[in-house]
């Protein structure tokens, strides 16, 4: 009985970590089917985003899909910012660590802007230095 007793904690245990694993991979699971629409595509806990051509779709998983979705065109985003705790970053030296960590668009025919949370600083940094390229190319060929 006692060793029982003992044993009940691991079970309610093991079986909550099993609840949550099938949580996590039905988020997985409805990430990978919308992804594959887009060119590049990438998911962590806060968000899910994707782009195709020049538009950006960015919202939140659940295990009941994604939901929050919303889209923009990188033709009308006028500057990228990468934060870090609420204060723009180099995204040439960025930091090591860090609270909140998002990428801040801009747009240039108005003052809000959107900002999509990231897990990882180097990930971030990584998205943010091949959007702004895109946009530099978006840019050139505008003017040309």
């Known amino acids: 009985m006692e060793r029982g007793l003992l044993w009940l904690p691991l079970l309610v245990m093991f079986f909550w ?3 949550q694993g099938s949580k996590e991979y ?3 699971e409805a990430y990978r089917t919308w992804a594959e ?3 590049r595509a990438k998911y962590d806990i806060y968000s899910v985003l994707g782009q195709k051509g020049n538009n950006l779709t960015w919202g939140k998983p659940t ?7 919303e889209t923009f065109s990188l033709l009308d985003v006028k500057q990228i910012y990468l934060l870090v705790d609420d204060k723009q970053v180099d995204l040439e030296n960025i930091p ?3 609270g909140s960590i ?7 025919e108005s003052t809000s802007s ?3 949370p990231f897990t990882e600083i180097p990930l971030a940094a990584e998205w943010g230095k091949f959007l ?6 978006l840019r050139t060929q505008q003017n040309q």
């Open 63 to 69: 295990p009941k899909g994604l939901i929050q979705l």
């Open 114 to 116: 959107v900002r999509v």
């Open 17 to 19: 970590l099993a609840w």
């Open 37 to 39: 629409q887009f060119e």
């Open 96 to 98: 090591d660590k860090g």
């Open 102 to 108: 998002e990428l801040e668009f801009l747009f240039s």
């Open 26 to 28: 039905q988020k997985v």
């Open 132 to 137: 702004l390229s895109v946009l530099q190319d």
